[in-house]
């Protein structure tokens, strides 16, 4: 008689299908941590946004937003996504940024008091990291950024009234400028004459730093220049040395020498395009316009050197290229514009599209007069 038999079920080695899904998962997560994002400069606009609107010529355009380093196509970190896989993920996102610079290595680095730390976003390695944050040295309320020729970043941290300099090669952190310091804000870099300038909001005042730390010289502050300031916040430095300091409660923009001395002063208070309401970052680009960040307003607007309104852009809101109290502000040497947009909790770039030429409806070069009332989109 023949009997049936059970179907002979396959089995495999105890533990295989596992640990080889294990080995398959982290493989695959070193590898993807290898790639190396695409230059920012390569990006293609998601949305096609200009200033002015269209029919005219573009001046202003938009390129992209970026609220956490994922956003620049930058992975993390095979070992790091493993633990995030396991334990959940960590907070990398800007919470509430005001400093911000994108250096000529392609880091893109944003002072965020809102999270206490200094985020850095560097595209070409396709890395990120965080400065100050425990253990070692921390900063408490950071407010401004500026890089120097040596590989030396600068950040002015309010809550401790220090300056702190950090080694972007070697990643060490530690105090550099604290004596005589109330509310440091913001800061910048003079390749004219190789000196830092702090502004100090609380003394009214900015200092001239040199390499070692040592005051070179103060403007305003003083007893004699007492008016000079009403609470300064951002300040910018043109390629002659010029220092363009944005003080929000005397609603304008004051323009100096190298020396201190003072030269003109920009914009009158108001809630209308060319008066200023709260401005705060401030920037030029490559053919010596101002742009200013006002966190009232809600735009940035562009003047020349006289002080003239050559165009403005931005609205309030949470699109792309709209604002919710934008404040730092920063211009690279290809012209794009990178806004922190505080309650938006990210940083939008935009480009300004040099054009030497006259163009009908285009903001006027500088000299050329002022230009027409301009569009908000």
């Known amino acids: 008689m023949s009997h049936a038999h059970p179907a002979r079920r396959t089995t495999h080695t105890p533990g295989f299908p596992a640990a080889a899904w294990r080995w398959m998962l982290l493989c695959s997560l070193l590898l993807s941590a290898c ?60 919470v509430r940024p005001h400093g911000v610079l994108f250096d000529s290595q392609e880091r893109l680095i944003v002072a965020d008091p809102g999270a206490g730390v200094v985020h850095c976003m560097d595209i070409k390695t396709g890395s990120y990291s965080v400065i100050g944050k425990a253990p070692g040295p921390s900063v408490g309320y950071p407010i401004g950024v500026a890089e120097d020729g040596r590989g030396q970043l600068y950040i002015t941290d309010s809550s401790s009234a220090t300056v702190f300099v950090y080694d972007l090669e070697h990643g060490t952190l530690k105090p550099f400028l604290h004596e005589g310091l109330q509310r440091p804000t913001g800061i910048a870099y003079s390749r004219a004459d190789k000196l830092l300038y702090v502004v100090d909001s609380l003394a009214n005042q900015v200092l001239a730093v040199d390499g070692l730390g040592h005051i070179q010289r103060r403007i305003g502050g003083l007893a004699e220049s007492a008016d000079l300031f009403n609470r300064p916040t951002d300040i910018a430095i043109d390629r002659s040395g010029q220092l363009y300091v944005t003080d929000p409660l005397d609603y304008r923009v004051k323009v100096f020498t190298p020396k201190g001395e003072l030269v003109r002063e920009i914009g009158a208070a108001g809630d209308m395009p060319g008066n200023l309401n709260k401005p705060k970052g401030i920037a030029l680009d490559s053919e010596g316009h101002i742009y200013l960040a006002d966190a009232l307003l809600d735009v940035v607007q562009i003047f020349d050197q006289a002080g003239n309104l050559l165009l403005y852009f931005g609205a309030n809101g949470k699109g792309n290229g709209e604002f919710w109290m934008p404040s730092g502000l920063f211009i690279d040497g290809n012209d794009y514009i990178f806004v922190s947009d505080t309650y938006n909790h990210r940083i939008q770039v935009f480009r300004y599209l040099a054009d030497r030429n006259a163009v009908p409806g285009a903001p006027a070069r500088t000299g050329d007069g002022p230009a027409p009332a301009p569009p908000t989109r």
Not at 56 to 80: C, F, N, S
């Open 35 to 94: 790639s190396t994002p695409a230059s920012l400069y390569a990006t293609k606009p998601a949305q096609e946004l200009q200033w002015p609107a269209r029919p005219g010529q573009p001046r202003i355009v938009w390129v992209r937003a970026i609220a956490e380093y994922q956003d620049l196509g930058i992975a993390t970190g095979g070992w790091q996504r493993l633990k995030e896989l396991l334990t959940g993920p960590e907070g990398h996102g800007i």
